[in-house]
Structures are given as C-alpha cells and as structure tokens.
C-alpha cells in the first residue's frame, strides 16, 4: 500500500493496521484517549511555534485518531465514520440557519447568540452544557464566561470586570492574613476567575497568555542555570542575587 490523498484510503490504511498488527489490534477505545488529548496538545504547540508542516503532521495525527476510534466502533457495531461525518454535518447546517436557511444575522454576536439558543432547543438543559469537565481551568473558564455572554450574562464594558477583580485580590488578601487554606483557595480561584473575565474583554486568550508566559520562564531559567554552570556553580550554591544578576541578562539574551 503506498500513500494517497484519499480519505477512503486512510480508513482502509487503518482497517489493515487493526487487523495486522499486533499493537494496534489490541487497543480499545479507553487505552488510546489520553494520547489523543497528547495530539490535540502536539498540534497547539506546533501551530504556536508557527511550524505548519509541523502542525500538518499532528493534525494528520488528530485524524488517524478519528479514524482510528471511527474502525474499532464499527467492529462492534456501534457506529463507523461515514456516521461520524453525517453527525457532524448535521449539525453543522442546522447550527447555522444564517447560511443554509433564512435567519438574517448582524454579526458574529448574532450567530453565536443563534448557536446557544439552537443547543437548547435540541435538549441541552444549560447554556454551559457541554463543556467538558476536564478541561483546562483556565480554558474552561474562558469557556464558560463566553457561553454566558452570549446569552447575555456579562459586565456592559470591561471597567466593571475589573473592578470586580480588584474586590476579589483583596478578598484573597484578607483570607491569607487569617491563614483559613481552604477559604484562601477558594478566593484565589475567585480571582484567577475574574483576571480570565477581564482578559476576555480584550480578546486575549488566558490559556495562551499563560502558556506563553510559561515558556519565557522556563527559557530564562534554564540561561540562569546555564551561566551557572559555566562558573562551575549550582543553583543551590548560589545566592539569590547572583542568580537575579543572570535572570536579567537573559532577557537581554533571549530577546
């Protein structure tokens, strides 16, 4: 067999692989879902790093996912991925009535008011159902106070959001003074909380702010360890000041 761009090709690739090979015939649908999360995270970065023949690849992995899960379900004849693909487009025109119906829209606002409204019709209880609880924190946040303003329940502009952060940091520096840890983390959720609110006023993504943020530190502390061991030190035998003296040379550095 030799490579295609052929969908069908693929689905056929796969079917082979789970019955010819002897790792992929043993796996279920529970013994492969963690990397699927794995490839979803592989494809972030790479499309973050701006490596696109990268996130090629990982998307291709994210698929072989689909396919993969789609084969070991019509096996058991549950469902197979011609099923998967007519869901989804199902769901797709009727979620989209401004395109492939008569509902005139304003804008963007407008569809996904229409979205949210036509998930409740279909028998979701609640705006925020769907989201997985597993997500992220940050993203799910970001998630959730999205989905409740398109229905309405947010802040008119952005001041009040921030306003509400700054009653809930001193919340948080109340509690810490009374040393009460469950009450403490409770209210410094409340803060992480309401900054991903005031975030999102400013379309700024808080699981991307932070990941980015992430990567800097861990850049810069890795130069601080570098300079280091040059000296022939370690972090432990060195004082705070001699590493700050390096923590700010790699900002230069790295810059």
Known sequence: MKPSRKFEDLVELVAILRRECPWDRKQTHLSIKDNLIEEAYEAIEALDNGDFDEFKKELGDLLLHVVFHSNMAYETNTFEIGDVIYTLMDKLIRRHPHVFGQTVVEGDDEVAENWENIKLKEGKKSTLDGLPSHLPALIRAQ???EKAANVGFDWPEWRQAWEKLEEEIQEFKETL?????AR??????????????V??????????????????FETRFRFVEERLKQKGKLLKDASLEEMD?????SKSALS
């Open 143 to 145: 998630r959730m106070q």
């Open 177 to 181: 003074q009374h040393k009460d840890a």
């Open 184 to 197: 403490s983390a409770d209210e410094f959720g409340d803060v992480l909380f309401s900054m991903v609110n």
């Open 199 to 216: 975030a999102r006023f400013f379309d700024l993504v808080a699981e991307d702010s932070l990941r980015k943020t992430n990567r800097k």
């Open 245 to 249: 003296v390096y923590w700010e040379e």
